[in-house]
């Protein structure tokens, strides 16, 4: 049963052709060329942006932004929001948030997404989302597969992986609640607010 729930959400997120993140079992993706589009944050910029929006210290969470840029280089822009997720088994995830670029471009985004794992709890959390390589704003529209369960902790920031062919996202969260456990699953970024997961 959790196997073919597995696949399912697989193929729901990236379809039966593609490579998945997942799939591999590795929550770090090859360094990325985001700064071939020669607009990016810098690492200051976005250690200050993203611990004044989580309410963290520059310390911390300059801990997590570096060990990301070790991997990917620098964003083209950030998502701050906010979610809440839960799961028994099988999990649910719902957030809401901004995309804001270096070059200045802003778009409000949604997104929701299921999982399955042995995962059980629920949290609310603060989202930090480094976004890398969209060529355009309506890239960020699509589904994002990530594993959870083989992301890691760094001064208590919680960071994965989501990735694309064509783009990278890196969210970072900070949240209260108690969620333990691996899952794999996707998320749907979406320009509306949707009840349906999927």
Avoid: C, H
């Avoid at 200050?48 to 997590?64: C, D, H, I, N, P």
């Amino acid at each position: 049963m959790r196997s073919a729930l597995f696949t399912l959400l697989l193929i729901a997120a990236v379809g039966p052709s593609q490579p998945a993140l997942a799939q591999s079992g590795k929550s770090e993706p090859q360094r990325s060329g985001a700064t071939k589009t020669g607009v990016t944050f810098t690492e200051a910029e976005i250690e200050k942006a993203g611990s004044e929006f989580l309410g963290v210290g520059a310390r911390e969470f300059a801990q997590a932004v570096e060990r990301v840029f070790a991997d990917l280089g620098r964003p083209i822009g950030y998502i701050a929001g906010a979610e809440t997720a839960g799961s028994f088994g099988v999990g649910l995830r719902y957030g809401e948030g901004e995309l804001i670029m270096k070059s200045g471009a802003r778009r409000d985004v949604y997104w929701q997404g299921p999982s399955v794992g042995f995962d059980v709890g629920g949290n609310a959390s603060r989202v930090f989302t480094l976004v890398y390589d969209l060529r355009t704003l309506d890239d960020i529209y699509k589904r994002y597969p990530g594993v959870e369960g083989t992301g890691y902790f760094v001064a208590g920031i919680g960071v994965n992986y989501q990735q694309r062919p064509e783009a990278t996202l890196v969210p970072m969260r900070v949240g209260v609640g108690l969620r333990a456990g691996a899952n794999i699953g996707y998320l749907k970024y979406s320009r509306k607010k949707r009840l349906t997961p999927f």
